[in-house]
């Protein structure tokens, strides 16, 4: 094998988002890490959201979706060896993302792809779906779905045409949710063919709040989970909350403004609204702003059952990936990828690199 590798890292800063390629060494895996020959990739909105604060030249691969073979395992590493097929979620800001031939990641949230996944569908899943199920279960505490809900329990989740809302929707649906209700615009169509919600609201239409009441029937809506956090869609789902007297709200991204909302530093809700945040690096147990060391070690366990359950799903044919477009050259694609995704020209699939595809690979 040889010992060099094509890397792209990525930076805006200033002017446009930019893609620098260089020839970087293939990382060696630590103890408890997976090094993953890379065969697909794509990108989040995670990505343009931090390459501001990169200059060119000094740019960082940000790659965390993870789709391919494994190449070598660390010293720790008992469920996984060389030839297996897998996908896996990079640790979001550190060296050796999916954006090179090879990825580094850890075991535990890397996870077997099943013969009826290809590698392309495999790499919309990593992130956005453990995003959705962290937030559905571990800040929401709804029932999981190998235990599903016994009793009625409605569900609002923002934004169901995005990779995370689709995941949600559909994870939703095998925990037995009911009713499942989403707010989507451009997207419509692909949600509707997810077979998963009840009540499909149009943003575009104008009175959310009164629609989602409307969908509700009297019934009180006690959990919601803002997969956009986009455009003060949080009020919307506020104001359904307060109506019923109190709830919680899941973001995944807390608007930035300080008018937006009262004491924004402590995050003072109107009473009886609980905040959350769904920050997806609990997965490897890395606590931040709204997750304890604690919290997050209870993330990081159940990310690990949570990703071979979706192993499990995949290969009964119960879960779909999230649609997907194939840009031509692979990663020199991701610079335009990432723009398109900053300009929000992207709606109901996520954008995918083959690396095979790269022009002139070492």
Same mark, same amino acid.
């Given at each position: 094998?040889?010992?060099?590798?094509?890397?792209?890292?990525?930076?805006?800063?200033?002017?446009?988002?930019?893609?620098?390629?260089?020839? $970087?060494?293939?990382? /060696?895996?630590?103890?408890?890490?997976? !090094?993953?020959?890379? %065969?697909?990739?794509?990108? *989040?909105?995670? +990505?343009?959201?931090?390459?501001?604060?990169?200059?060119?030249?000094?740019?960082?691969?940000?790659?965390?979706?993870?789709?391919?073979?494994?190449?070598?395992?660390?010293?720790?590493?008992?469920?996984?060896?060389?030839?297996?097929?897998?996908?896996?979620?990079?640790?979001?800001?550190?060296?050796?993302?999916?954006?090179?031939?090879?990825?580094?990641?850890?075991?535990?949230?890397?996870?077997?792809?099943?013969?009826?996944?290809?590698?392309?569908?495999?790499?919309?899943?990593?992130?956005?779906?453990?995003?959705?199920?962290?937030?559905?279960?571990?800040?929401?505490?709804?029932?999981?779905?190998?235990?599903?809900?016994?009793?009625?329990?409605?569900?609002?989740?923002?934004?169901?045409?995005?990779?995370?809302? $689709?995941?949600?929707? /559909?994870?939703?649906?095998?925990?037995? !949710?009911?009713?499942? %209700?989403?707010?989507?615009? *451009?997207?419509? +169509?692909?949600?509707?063919?997810?077979?998963?919600?009840?009540?499909?609201?149009?943003?575009?239409?104008?009175?959310?709040?009164?629609?989602?009441?409307?969908?509700?029937?009297?019934?009180?809506?006690?959990?919601?989970?803002?997969?956009?956090?986009?455009?003060?869609?949080?009020?919307?789902?506020?104001?359904?909350?307060?109506?019923?007297?109190?709830?919680?709200?899941?973001?995944?991204?807390?608007?930035?403004?300080?008018?937006?909302?009262?004491?924004?530093?402590?995050?003072?809700?109107?009473?009886?609204?609980?905040?959350?945040?769904?920050?997806?690096?609990?997965?490897?147990?890395?606590?931040?702003?709204?997750?304890?060391?604690?919290?997050?070690?209870?993330?990081?366990?159940?990310?690990?059952?949570?990703?071979?359950?979706?192993?499990?799903?995949?290969?009964?044919?119960? !879960?779909?990936?999230?649609?997907?477009?194939?840009?031509?050259?692979?990663?020199?694609?991701?610079?335009?990828?990432?723009?398109?995704?900053?300009?929000?020209?992207?709606?109901?699939?996520?954008?995918?690199?083959?690396?095979?595809?790269?022009?002139?690979?070492?």
């Amino acid at each position: 094998m040889t010992t060099n590798m094509i890397e792209y890292t990525i930076s805006g800063k200033p002017g446009p988002i930019k893609a620098t390629r260089s020839i $970087a060494p293939i990382p /060696k895996p630590g103890a408890n890490e997976v !090094l993953i020959k890379v %065969i697909a990739t794509d990108s *989040n909105p995670k +990505d343009w959201k931090a390459f501001r604060n990169h200059e060119e030249g000094r740019g960082i691969n940000q790659g965390d979706d993870i789709s391919g073979i494994v190449e070598s395992v660390g010293s720790s590493v008992w469920e996984f060896a060389p030839g297996d097929r897998v996908a896996a979620f990079h640790r979001m800001f550190q060296p050796h993302g999916s954006y090179a031939q090879y990825a580094i990641a850890p075991a535990s949230t890397t996870f077997r792809l099943p013969a009826n996944t290809s590698f392309e569908a495999g790499a919309t899943l990593p992130l956005a779906s453990m995003t959705a199920a962290l937030a559905l279960y571990q800040n929401l505490s709804l029932p999981l779905p190998w235990n599903p809900a016994k009793t009625e329990t409605p569900i609002l989740i923002y934004g169901g045409a995005s990779a995370v809302g $689709a995941y949600a929707l /559909k994870f939703a649906k095998f925990s037995g !949710l009911s009713p499942i %209700i989403t707010v989507a615009g *451009n997207g419509i +169509d692909f949600v509707k063919s997810l077979n998963a919600a009840d009540h499909i609201i149009d943003y575009r239409n104008g009175n959310v709040v009164e629609a989602i009441q409307a969908a509700l029937e009297g019934r009180k809506l006690h959990h919601a989970f803002d997969a956009v956090s986009y455009n003060r869609s949080y009020e919307n789902i506020v104001a359904v909350l307060q109506a019923s007297r109190g709830g919680q709200i899941d973001m995944v991204d807390p608007p930035s403004d300080d008018s937006a909302i009262p004491n924004r530093d402590s995050w003072n809700w109107p009473e009886g609204i609980k905040f959350t945040r769904t920050f997806v690096s609990s997965a490897y147990g890395t606590p931040h702003k709204y997750r304890d060391e604690t919290q997050a070690a209870e993330d990081h366990e159940f990310a690990y059952v949570f990703y071979r359950y979706i192993s499990r799903l995949l290969a009964e044919e119960k !879960l779909k990936p999230h649609p997907f477009e194939v840009l031509p050259k692979g990663l020199e694609s991701v610079a335009e990828g990432i723009q398109l995704l900053y300009d929000r020209k992207v709606s109901a699939q996520k954008l995918v690199y083959r690396i095979a595809d790269t022009p002139n690979l070492v």
